[in-house]
T-cell receptor
């Protein structure tokens, strides 16, 4: 099935650094969702985006819905150790608003 | 967000037995719930869409007779893995759809199934 291209696949950073990750699609999306998953847990919704160009923040997290509707990015500012986890992008494309399409995840490690 | 619970959180069973996993939407009525499975270091794979009061819709390659889904109420969906085998060992996660123009899915904490 269709999957999103999410990059980078993994990141190892120092505490306090900023982080950026992105997702691209070959088709137009009408919703972008960013999730964080801790080991042994279900994904937790961080940010939801619904309009092209929309920029939304949630604390130190900021995500944007690309103008072309084929991409989105997530930024984390001033990373802390509890930011460690796997971040997934997901979205609904314009043709199917029930089936989430997923990225393969970005694994984030933060060195205190 | 929505609060979703799953029970049990982990289960170990013998090969050939059946295992039932419950998914509950605790703070709103969910017409639609989803069942996913996730293998280590991989993304979530949609197994089926559970619709309250009607038959579930299964994704290609998912055996409906092996993974029985019952969505008998607006707050409860169950997934039964029948005649489980070691290859069914996985992390099973449910989600609920909050529609109303905001297509957000909220996930349960997952169930770790180990089949011996």
């Amino acid at each position: 099935g269709q999957q999103l291209n999410q990059s980078p696949q993994s990141m190892f950073i120092q505490e306090g650094e900023d982080v950026s990750m992105n997702c691209t699609s070959s088709s137009i999306f009408n919703t972008w969702l960013w999730y964080k998953q801790d080991p042994g847990e279900g994904p937790v919704l961080l940010i939801a985006l619904y309009k092209a160009g929309e920029l939304t923040s949630n604390g130190r997290l900021t995500a944007q819905f690309g103008i072309t509707r084929k991409d989105s990015f997530l930024n984390i500012s001033a990373s802390i150790p509890s930011d460690v986890g796997i971040y997934f992008c997901a979205g609904f494309n314009a043709g199917n608003n029930r089936k989430l399409i997923w990225g393969l995840g970005t694994s984030l490690a933060v060195n205190p | 967000g929505a609060v979703v619970s799953q029970h049990p959180s982990r289960v170990i069973c013998k090969s050939g037995t059946s295992v039932k996993i419950e998914c509950r939407s605790l703070d709103f009525q969910a017409t639609t719930m989803f069942w996913y499975r996730q293998f280590p270091k991989q993304s979530l794979m949609l197994m089926a869409t559970s619709n309250e009061g009607s038959k579930a819709t299964y994704e290609q390659g998912v055996e409906k007779d092996k993974f029985l889904i019952n969505h008998a109420s607006l707050t409860l969906s169950t997934l039964t893995v029948t005649s489980a085998h070691p290859e069914d060992s996985s992390f099973y996660i449910c989600s609920v759809l909050r529609g109303g123009g905001r297509n957000e899915q909220f996930f349960g904490p997952g169930t770790r199934l180990t089949v011996l």
